[in-house]
C-alpha cells in the first residue's frame, strides 16, 4: 500500500457541565482506499467524576473497539490521559469516531485527537 494523505482529526476545549453524549469528529474511510491509524489520543482533565469522558473507537456497528479512553464511565476510572500506537489499518466505508460526555456539575477540558495516513 502507499500512503496518499495524511489526515489530523482533533477537538479540544472546555466542555461545558451536563452536556451529553457528543461525537466530536469521526472520519470514514474513502471509496477505493484504505487508512492506517497511526496515533490516538484522549485526555480527560478528571477520572472523578461519573459519566464524564473523552473515547476514541472503531465499530461496525456491532462490535466496537475502544482505541483511547480517558475519564470514568460505568464507575470505572480510566485515567486522565490515553495514548495509543494502534496502527490498525481500516477497509474503505469503515469510521473511526471520538466522542465525549460531561455529566458532572462542572466544566471539563477535554481533548480528542488522531493521526491518519491513506492508503492506496
Known sequence: FVPTNQVIKSFSGTVPAGTGLTVAWSYTVPEGKRACVEVVQSECDTDADPDTYADIYISDGTNTVYLARSGQSGGISRGTHSISNPR??????QTIEAVYRNASASDHFMLLKALITELE
Open 88 to 93: 490498525i489499518t481500516l477497509l474503505s466505508g
